[in-house]
């Protein structure tokens, strides 16, 4: 074989590689590639969602207080808890790539897809009327980092919850 057919096989199998990883990134979404398995562990119980585990790619306003990598807050509200838990499914409703997959009187389970893979997350939400608050869990399916991701979620529904209640009292 000469170097330059050599070079050229090489080029052509580097461009095979090339294609087929790009054929991944546009057909995997469509295809649910990265989407994951739906956790078994979903609900709300005893005051608690499931614990998640090590992995930082997880937000909840029931991990212990001193978990300062997973806590974040509850969502808070004032005034009608119905209206508010209307607030924050219409919230969800208006996120891009976020798909409500159940709702009850006091649960939420919605799933958000991020823009190109389709990586997916599970957010999670519990009224708590008696205590004016809307626990949250948002966690994603795949991989160890989310890149604050799950985190900057739960702070947007926060901000257009407190808004939405804004406008109803105002």
Request: charged share 20%.
């Amino acid at each position: 074989m000469t170097a330059g057919r050599g070079r050229r096989l090489a080029l052509a199998g580097a461009l095979v590689l090339a294609a087929a990883a790009a054929g991944a990134g546009l057909a995997g979404p469509a295809m649910g590639l990265f989407s994951g398995s739906r956790p078994t562990t979903l609900g709300f119980a005893g005051g608690r969602f499931a614990d998640g585990d090590w992995r930082p790619n997880w937000v909840s306003s029931t991990a212990p207080a001193d978990d300062a990598r997973h806590r974040v807050a509850p969502l808070a509200f004032r005034g009608d808890a119905a209206r508010a838990w209307a607030c924050l499914a219409e919230a969800i409703s208006a996120t891009q790539r976020a798909t409500v997959v159940s709702r009850s009187a006091a649960y939420l389970h919605a799933e958000f897809a991020s823009r190109g893979l389709g990586f997916v997350d599970d957010g999670e939400f519990a009224l708590d009327a008696a205590a004016g608050v809307i626990h949250v869990k948002s966690a994603a399916r795949l991989g160890v980092r989310d890149f604050g991701v799950n985190r900057a979620r739960i702070e947007a529904l926060r901000a257009a919850l407190a808004a939405c209640a804004g406008q109803a009292s105002g």
